[in-house]
């Protein structure tokens, strides 16, 4: 009994008293509206505790996602609720219109098989015109390269041929006498002044 007596938070006079005695507990409660401040809290003033700027920010982008995710699951209950509705008050209507979406998704995938058969042969068509244009150009552009290489070995082979006529005129070994005969015989003065026209103007006279 001490134990239950310990364990209790009533005082112990309330409970060792006499059950016939009426019983009276002080309890604290709240103060009305016309009741005065308390004379402690006189000068107290109230400031708002200080918020972080940063945890302010977090809080707000959690909120906002919050109530978008609230915002999506009560959209989506809300359709699930509807199409439910819907479903149980056609009935036969909605596998109708089933059918219907499945007949018009078939037609619909055919065009789709159609059109992409029809711009894929308009593709390889494309594709075969540009391959035949680039051969053609190709083979321009070879025939072009190789009369520019006909046109060069005739220059050149026109340059040896001059060459070789120029070759007849030049001193060697063989005729260097007949050569030195020649210039002493007809002898040429290069000592000659021209004016601005390129004339010549004056002539030494050979010695």
Do not use: C
């Not at 008050?89 to 499945?102: C, I, N, V, W």
């Not at 007949?103 to 540009?130: D, G, P, T, Y």
């Amino acid at each position: 009994m001490l134990g239950a007596v310990a364990r209790s938070r009533a005082p112990v006079v309330r409970l060792l008293s006499p059950q016939a005695a009426v019983l009276m507990e002080t309890v604290r409660g709240r103060k009305s509206r016309t009741d005065p401040k308390a004379k402690s809290k006189a000068g107290r003033i109230k400031t708002p505790p200080p918020v972080d700027p940063v945890e302010m920010v977090v809080l707000k982008e959690r909120f906002a996602e919050y109530n978008l995710i609230m915002r999506a699951l009560r959209m989506e209950f809300k359709e699930e609720m509807l199409r439910k509705r819907y479903e149980e008050e056609t009935g036969s209507l909605a596998e109708e219109r089933a059918k219907q979406e499945a007949e018009e998704h078939r037609s619909l995938m055919a065009w789709n098989e159609a059109e992409n058969l029809r711009l894929r042969k308009i593709r390889e068509l494309r594709v075969q015109k540009e391959t035949e244009a680039a051969e053609q150009k190709r083979r321009e552009i070879t025939m072009l390269r190789q009369q520019e290489l006909e046109d060069y070995i005739k220059e050149k082979e026109k340059e040896i041929l001059q060459l070789q006529e120029e070759a007849k005129n030049f001193i060697t070994l063989e005729n260097l006498d007949q050569r030195i005969e020649e210039a002493l015989d007809n002898p040429k003065n290069y000592n000659f002044a021209i004016d601005k026209e390129g004339r010549k103007v004056k002539r030494t006279v050979l010695q």
